[in-house]
């Protein structure tokens, strides 16, 4: 099975300020890999995903922005954060689309 | 293009089975079940693939209803484990992503 590992766990920002949140898979090859963002008590929403080294499909326009620089490296980030991008951040990781997704620990950002 | 879900929570007693469904807008081609604990990431259930059969998981189980563009997932006997957020994923059409459910809260009380 793959470990996701995402770092850090919690984050308190200042609105306007920069972003990097990271996501490494192991225990696979070439994976899709995901960025969902989930408000407090609400659903998972899919940010990007990607298929593949330096393919990136945006989900929701927004002032996030996604890169896959290794096969198994996944970096969101931001160049000035709003307070409407607080939320619990979580990295997933799939072989294919038949198969399950395997979810980091996830980061929660606090944006004040 | 959200797939809903519904009922939004469910209280249940130790013991007591539940029903959980999910319906899509769009056709489906697979359902994932997925249950998330509170401050905790999403933990895999099951899959459901286009004409495949009924999936099984210790007492937990699901159906796949392609005519009607929905699922449902079964919680029998249920246990105070069961407790969490219940979530169902679509991927509709020939694409890599998943699209989640609203959520269905489950509490189990002793």
């Known amino acids: 099975s793959q470990t996701i590992h995402q770092w850090p766990a919690t984050l308190v920002q200042p609105v306007g300020s920069p972003l990097s949140l990271e996501c490494t898979v192991e225990?696979?090859?070439?994976?899709?890999l995901y960025w969902y963002r989930q408000a407090a008590g609400r659903g998972l929403q899919l940010l990007f995903y990607s298929v593949g080294i330096g393919q990136i499909s945006s989900e929701v326009p927004q002032n996030l922005s996604a890169s896959r620089p290794q096969d198994r490296q996944f970096i969101l980030s931001s160049k000035k954060l709003l307070l409407s991008d607080s939320g619990f951040y979580l990295c997933?990781?799939?072989?294919?689309?038949?198969?399950?997704?395997?979810f980091g620990p996830g980061t929660r950002l606090t944006v004040l | 293009q959200q797939p809903v879900q519904s009922p939004q929570a469910v209280i249940l007693r130790e013991g007591e089975d539940a029903v959980i469904n999910c319906s899509s807008s769009?056709?489906?081609?697979?359902v994932h079940w997925y249950r998330q604990k509170h401050g905790e990431a999403p933990v895999f259930l099951m899959i459901?693939?286009?004409?495949?059969e009924q999936k099984g998981h210790d007492k937990i189980s699901a159906s796949f209803n392609e005519k009607k563009q929905q699922s449902s997932l079964y919680l029998t006997a249920s246990q105070l484990s069961y407790s969490g957020t219940y979530f169902c994923g679509t991927e509709a059409g020939n694409t890599d992503k998943l699209i989640f459910g609203t959520g269905t809260r489950l509490q189990v009380f002793p």
């Open positions: 769009k056709a489906l081609y697979s």
């Open positions: 997933a990781s799939t072989k294919d689309r038949y198969n399950e997704q395997f």
């Open positions: 225990g696979t090859s070439n994976p899709n």
């Open positions: 459901l693939l286009k004409g495949g």
